[in-house]
């Protein structure tokens, strides 16, 4: 079945860039019917939406966050990618992948998650 | 502050039913039929539990419910059991500017 993985640095210094890749197996990003997204968790705390891209390159931002914010698919790699410039400590979370129905706009499934500390 | 609002907490005993609301505005919950419920239990990933304000993934038990009335939705989970407890939170679509809000989040305890 399909299953999604997070991969990046755990630890990333403050005014630097979070980057990190959703590896996705047992299906294709290449799916005319799914977006791709990601959404993060404070410790403690809610979800919130970041951002969700289509393979072909159309991508949707949490007005929040969309200055910055960018999302990238790899179809060769069957892989999307998010980067967060300007890292705060308010940065710091839990961060998930998943696939995301845009009609119905519903997440499933998640990734494991991997957390993300902003710290020096 | 989230954009959709949850009560923090609830709680039922085994057996029992509880219902947990999530109220929006009539730009989000009131304004499609694109509600969802995610169940997610200490250090692990959330999980649907409903999608478009009714409908259960395969493999979810028929003891949730979804449902909306006006701008708040509800989730109800009947014959309460112990693997019930976790975090639930709701999510709507929003239009094409914020695609997705989510609620704060309701802690379940199964008393």
């Known amino acids: 079945q399909l299953q999604l993985q997070e991969s990046g640095p755990g630890l990333v210094k403050p005014s630097e860039t979070l980057s990190l890749t959703c590896t996705v197996s047992?299906?294709?990003?290449?799916?005319?019917?799914?977006?791709w997204g990601w959404i993060r968790q404070p410790p403690g705390r809610g979800l919130e939406w970041i951002g969700s891209?289509?393979?072909?390159?159309?991508?949707y931002y949490n007005p929040s966050l969309r200055s910055r914010v960018t999302t990238s698919a790899d179809t060769s790699k069957n892989q999307f990618s998010l980067k967060v410039t300007s890292v705060t400590a308010a940065d710091t979370a839990v961060y998930y992948c998943?696939?995301?129905?845009?009609?119905?706009?519903?997440?499933?499934?998640w990734g494991q998650g991997t957390l993300v500390t902003v710290s020096s | 502050q989230s954009a959709l609002t949850q009560p923090p907490s609830a709680s039922g005993s085994p057996g029992q039913s509880v219902t947990i609301s999530c109220a929006g505005t009539?730009?989000?919950?009131?304004?499609?039929?694109?509600v969802s419920w995610y169940q997610q239990h200490p250090g692990k990933a959330p999980k649907v539990m409903i999608y478009?304000?009714?409908k259960r993934p395969s493999g979810v038990p028929d003891r949730f419910s979804g449902s909306r009335s006006g701008n708040t939705a509800s989730l109800t989970v009947s014959g309460l059991q112990a693997e019930d407890e976790a975090d639930y939170y709701c999510?709507?679509?929003?239009?094409?500017?914020?695609?997705?809000?989510f609620g704060g989040g309701t802690k379940l305890t199964v008393l």
């Open positions: 998943a696939k995301f129905t845009i009609f119905g706009a519903w997440f499933d499934p």
């Open positions: 047992g299906g294709s990003i290449s799916s005319s019917s799914y977006y």
């Open positions: 891209i289509y393979y072909k390159g159309t991508t």
């Open positions: 009539s730009s989000d919950v009131g304004a499609y039929n694109y």
């Open positions: 478009e304000v009714t």
């Open positions: 999510s709507s679509y929003a239009g094409s500017n914020i695609l997705v809000v």
